[in-house]
C-alpha cells in the first residue's frame, strides 16, 4: 500500500510556482517528496554538490521565505587535523526557477579544489508524488545544452561552470585563496506556460 509522504521535517525554499523541497541538510532524498517543482511537475528529484569527489559535512541551516542558506565544512586534504575549510549554499527560488551561489572559503592556506554539481532530471506529477507512487517517467535530455521537457514545463541548466560530459551538471576548478573565498553559481530556469497564474515579481 502507498503511503503520502511526510513534509514535517523537510527545508522548503518557494516562490510561488517555483518550490525547491529538500532534508534540512540541503540533500535531496530522490525516493521521497524531494526536488524541485515548477506548478505540479518535479523536474529534478535530486541535487547533489561534491567537493574533491567527497560529501560535505553539514553544520548548519538558516530558513528565509525565498532562500534557504546551508553551511558545510569540508574535509581537505591540508596539515592537521582541524577542519580549515567551509562551503555555503545560497539557495533562491525566484519567479523563473532556483539559484544556488555556492561559495568556498579557506581559514588557512590557498587551496585548488574541484566542485561538483549533479542533477536528476524528473517529470513526474505532483498527484504520483504526495499519493507515493513510484513514477518510472524519465525525461528525453538534450545533452548539448542541458535541457529536458517536464509535463508541460521547461528545465535549463545554466550557471559559470564547465557542463559535465556524461551527466546532467556542471563542475568547477575553483581557487580559493589563503583566508579568502571564490564563489560558483548554478541554476534550474523553468518555465511552465500550462500554468493558470503568472509569478509574482518585485517590479
Not at 107 to 128: K, Q, S, V
Not at 143 to 164: K, R, V
Request: hydrophobic share 40%; proline share 6%; with cysteine.
Amino acid at each position: 500500500m502507498s503511503r503520502q509522504p511526510f513534509l514535517h521535517d523537510l527545508t522548503c525554499t518557494l516562490h510561488a510556482p517555483i518550490q525547491a523541497w529538500s532534508r534540512r541538510d540541503g540533500g535531496m532524498d530522490p525516493d521521497g517528496i524531494a526536488g524541485i517543482y515548477c506548478g505540479d511537475t518535479r523536474v529534478a528529484r535530486d541535487v547533489a554538490v561534491t567537493v574533491d569527489g567527497v560529501d560535505v559535512e553539514w553544520i548548519a541551516t538558516t530558513e528565509g521565505p525565498a532562500s534557504t542558506r546551508f553551511e558545510y565544512v569540508l574535509r581537505v586534504d591540508f596539515p592537521g587535523a582541524d577542519p580549515v575549510a567551509t562551503l555555503v549554499r545560497e539557495r533562491t527560488a525566484a519567479a523563473d526557477g532556483v539559484r544556488e551561489t555556492l561559495t568556498l572559503r579557506s581559514a588557512e592556506g590557498p587551496l585548488d579544489l574541484t566542485l561538483t554539481l549533479r542533477i536528476t532530471p524528473d517529470a513526474a506529477h505532483m498527484n504520483l508524488i504526495k499519493g507515493g507512487v513510484a513514477d518510472p517517467t524519465v525525461p528525453e535530455v538534450n545533452g548539448a545544452a542541458w535541457t529536458w521537457h517536464a509535463g508541460a514545463g521547461n528545465a535549463e541548466l545554466i550557471g559559470d561552470g564547465q557542463s559535465a560530459a556524461d551527466t546532467v551538471g556542471m563542475h568547477w576548478q575553483v581557487a580559493v585563496p589563503s583566508n579568502g573565498h571564490a564563489q560558483a553559481t548554478w541554476g534550474l530556469r523553468l518555465d511552465d506556460t500550462s500554468l493558470p497564474f503568472v509569478a509574482a515579481t518585485a517590479e
